[in-house]
């Protein structure tokens, strides 16, 4: 069936530093690519997604690429605020499937 | 635009009872869903809807009920509580994905805090 891998955390990093959280997947066909944020104590929010290979997400600084060739969809921020502490969740959707299949998220922590 | 809103925010339950937590969506969307959020577990789908009157089973839908009597809402019972229900959980909404080439996100509610003593 459909899985989604992401990197075990915890993750830690100093403001400015650059950020990578690895992200694999397992599905047949074609999925869309997504990446959720969850800030402490709140629900998840949609943080970029891509829907084809080789497109680019990117919201907020943060950016992700849809790699068929690797089954991969890393994210990725240049310089990491103390705000951008949170759990990250990578998932996927297969087209025509209802459901989304997630990761079991990535919390990061950034220190000032 | 409210998008998705969850009742109650907070409730403590002693082992037995039962309770109804409530999902409202506002986007007109087909597509529902529970999910629970347990600590190294990440997300799993309890139940969920794909239109007003359809329910179908998740992947951990054991001790849970649901209804989705209007299309803009959908309901989650615990008949029976137990301390192994206690989690945070979460309802999602979607637009429909059957017949599209590529899945449409979800957008989700801000959650509900469970505890069973």
């Known amino acids: 069936g459909d899985s989604v891998t992401q990197m075990e955390g915890p993750v830690t990093l100093s403001e400015e530093a650059f950020l990578t959280i690895n992200c694999t997947y397992t599905?047949?066909?074609?999925?869309?690519l997504f990446w959720y944020v969850q800030y402490p104590g709140e629900g998840l929010q949609l943080l970029l997604k891509?829907?084809?290979?080789?497109d680019k997400g990117s919201n907020k600084g943060f950016e992700a690429t849809y790699r068929k060739e690797t089954t991969s969809f890393h994210l990725e921020k240049g310089s990491v605020q103390v705000s951008d502490s949170a759990v990250y969740f990578c998932?996927?959707?297969?087209?025509?499937?209802?459901?989304?299949?997630f990761g079991k998220g990535t919390k990061l922590t950034v220190n000032p | 635009n409210a998008g998705v809103t969850q009742t109650p925010k907070f409730r403590v339950l002693k082992t037995g009872q039962s309770m109804t937590l409530l999902c409202a969506q506002d986007?007109?969307?087909?597509?529902m869903y529970w999910y629970r959020q347990d600590p190294g577990m990440g997300l799993r789908l309890i139940h969920y809807?794909?239109?007003?009157?359809?329910?179908a089973k998740g992947e951990v839908p054991d001790g849970y009920n649901v209804s989705r009597l209007k299309k803009q809402n959908f309901l989650l019972g615990l008949e029976s509580a137990a301390p192994s229900q206690t989690s945070v959980y979460f309802c999602?909404?979607?637009?429909?994905?059957?017949?599209?080439?590529?899945?449409?996100?979800?957008?989700f509610g801000p959650g509900t805090r469970l505890t069973v003593t």
């Open positions: 986007m007109n969307h087909e597509y």
């Open positions: 599905a047949t066909g074609y999925p869309s």
């Open positions: 999602a909404s979607s637009y429909e994905t059957s017949g599209s080439l590529w899945g449409y996100e979800q957008y």
């Open positions: 998932a996927l959707n297969r087209g025509g499937s209802e459901k989304l299949v």
């Open positions: 891509a829907t084809k290979a080789d």
């Open positions: 809807s794909v239109g007003e009157g359809t329910t």
